[in-house]
C-alpha cells in the first residue's frame, strides 16, 4: 500500500496529475493539443506528430525519424446542480415542506499534461512512448447542498505509461500495440445533510468514504489502411483496466454494519474497492479532398456498462464484507466527431470540428456525485511551423452540457432509500459547460 502510494505521488508530481469531468463519463478525451482543435475527429487515423499513438499506435508508422510531442490542456468547468429536497421519514414518505438548494462549480479548473516520443527504427519498425491520462474526475458539492446524503464528492486519477509498437506490412496496411501501465487512485463519499437523533448524526457526519489506489495493466491494438493517397482508415482498441483500490473506509454505515454484526465500531477500515476502466474502441476515416483542405470523422466506443456498482469490500466486516457504496447502473455510451484541416498557408494550418458525447446514463440513473450528461464539441485550432524541426499548435474547444433531470433517491435501488432519511429526496436538474485551451510544441530530430 505505501509503495503504490509512492509510486503514484512520484508519478503525479511528475506530470502536475490533475483532472475533471469532460467526456463521458469519467472519460478524458484530452490527449493532445493537436487534436484538441479538431473535436478529436479522425484521430485513429491522423498522425500530426508522436501524439498520435495514444490514439492508434500503428499510426506510428506515418511518423518519420525521432520525433518529440509535449504539452497540456486547461480546463475550466462550470457545473451546476440546483432543485430542492423534501424531509422524509424511515418509511420514505414526506415529513415537511420542500426546500431549495443548489450547488455551484461542482468541479475545479484543472490542468492535463502529457508526453509523446516515437522512433523510426527502420523503413517498417517504429517504436513509441506515452505519458498521458485517459480517465479522471473531481467534484465535491458544497456542505450547505441538501442532496450530499446521497454523494457529496467523487474522484478518479490515473496516469498511463504506455510504451508501443507499430509495423508497415506495405505501403497499405499498418499495425500497432501496445502495453499500458496505469497508477491509479480513487475516492468516494456521503454525507448527511440534516441532523438525524434516533441515529445519533449530525448535518456533516460522514455517512460513506472510501479511497484507495491501485496499480494495474492493460493493452491497446491498432490498424491502418491507407485507401489511397487521399483517403486512409483507423480503428483501435484499448482493453479494459481493472483496478483493485486498496485504502480504507469510514462511516456511519459501515459503524452501523459493524454493530449489527456483534463487532467494534473502528475510525477506518481496511479495505479495498473495485473499479474497471471501461474498454473503448474507435474507427476513423481521414479524406483529403483538394491540396488544402481535409476532411476526418469518428466514431467512439466505451464499455461503460461495466460500471455497475461501486462495493467496499471490508476484511473485518467478516459476516459480510461486501459494503455496497453506491449504485450506478451505467450503459454503453458513443461519440460522433467530424472535423476538417485547412492549410492556410506553408506554416499555418487551420482546425475546427463539432462533436456528440452521449450520455452514459439514463435519466433514471443519474446521481449527483458523477452529473452525467449529453455534451456538444464545437473546436477550433491553429498549427504553426516554426522550422523544418519545431511545430506549434493549439486548440480551443467549447463544450455544452444538456440540462437533465436528477433525481434520488432513484426508483428500485434500496442503497438510495437508506440514504435518504439522513436529508430527504432529492429532485432538480444539472448543467453546464466546459473551456477547454491546449497548447502543443513538437520537434523533429
Known amino acids: 500500500m505505501k509503495q503504490r502510494t509512492l509510486t503514484l505521488a512520484v508519478a503525479s508530481a511528475l506530470l502536475g496529475m490533475t483532472a475533471q ?5 469519467f472519460q478524458l478525451a484530452e ?12 484521430e485513429a487515423a491522423m498522425a500530426d506528430n508522436a501524439a498520435a499513438q495514444f490514439r492508434n499506435p500503428a499510426m506510428l508508422t506515418y511518423l518519420k525519424g525521432t520525433q518529440v510531442s509535449a504539452g497540456g490542456i486547461l480546463v475550466v468547468p462550470n457545473i451546476d446542480i440546483e432543485g430542492y429536497s423534501v424531509p422524509v421519514g424511515l418509511d420514505g414518505k414526506p415529513t415537511g415542506a420542500p426546500i431549495a438548494t443548489q450547488s455551484k462549480d461542482i468541479a475545479d479548473a484543472a490542468f492535463v499534461p502529457n508526453f509523446y516520443v516515437s522512433h523510426q527504427v527502420n523503413d517498417d519498425l517504429y517504436l513509441g512512448l506515452a505519458l498521458g491520462t485517459n480517465f479522471g474526475m473531481a467534484t465535491e458539492l458544497e456542505d450547505s447542498f441538501k442532496g450530499t446524503q446521497f454523494g457529496n464528492e467523487a474522484a478518479v486519477t490515473t496516469m498511463e505509461i504506455n510504451p508501443n509498437i507499430a509495423y508497415r506490412i506495405n505501403d497499405q496496411f499498418s499495425v500497432g500495440a501496445g502495453v499500458r501501465l496505469v497508477l491509479g487512485e480513487g475516492s468516494i463519499g456521503a454525507k448527511s445533510s440534516a441532523d438525524v437523533p434516533m441515529f445519533g448524526v449530525e448535518a456533516g457526519d460522514t455517512l460513506k468514504y472510501m479511497e484507495g489506489d491501485d496499480i494495474a495493466w492493460g493493452w491497446q491494438l491498432g ?26 473506509a469510514k462511516g456511519f454505515a459501515f459503524n452501523l454494519a459493524a454493530v449489527q454484526m456483534g463487532l467494534a465500531p473502528q475510525a477506518e477500515y481496511a479495505g479495498s474497492m473495485e473499479l474497471t476502466l471501461p474498454a473503448t474502441a474507435e474507427i476513423a476515416s481521414f479524406h483529403q479532398l483538394t491540396d488544402k483542405f481535409a476532411m476526418h470523422a469518428s466514431i467512439n466506443w466505451t464499455d461503460w456498462s461495466s460500471f455497475e456498482k461501486l462495493e467496499a469490500q471490508i476484511p473485518y466486516l467478516a459476516a459480510q464484507p461486501a459494503q455496497l457504496v453506491k449504485q450506478e447502473n451505467w450503459r454503453d455510451n458513443y461519440r460522433f466527431a467530424i472535423g476538417g484541416t485547412y492549410q492556410l498557408d506553408a506554416k499555418s494550418v487551420l482546425r475546427a470540428g463539432v462533436a ?34 519545431l511545430t506549434f499548435d493549439a486548440g480551443l ?17 434500496e442503497s438510495d432509500n437508506s440514504s435518504a432519511i439522513f436529508g430527504g429526496a432529492f429532485t432538480g436538474t444539472t448543467s453546464g459547460d466546459l473551456v477547454l485551451f491546449g497548447v502543443q510544441a513538437s520537434y523533429k530530430f
Open 21 to 25: 469531468v469532460q467526456a463521458a463519463g
Open 223 to 248: 490498424g491502418a489502411w491507407q485507401i489511397n493517397a487521399d483517403n486512409r482508415i483507423g480503428v483501435n482498441y484499448r482493453s479494459a483496466v481493472d483496478l483493485n483500490l486498496e485504502g480504507h
Open 31 to 42: 490527449y493532445s493539443s493537436t487534436g484538441l482543435g479538431r473535436a478529436y475527429a479522425g
Open 397 to 413: 474547444t467549447y463544450i455544452l452540457a444538456d440540462e437533465s433531470p436528477v433525481t434520488e433517491p432513484r426508483p428500485g435501488i
Open 356 to 389: 456528440y458525447d452521449k450520455s452514459a446514463v439514463t435519466d433514471a440513473n443519474r446521481t449527483l456525485t458523477i452529473p452525467e450528461m449529453d455534451r456538444y464539441w464545437f473546436s477550433v485550432g491553429y498549427g504553426y511551423e516554426y522550422s523544418d524541426n
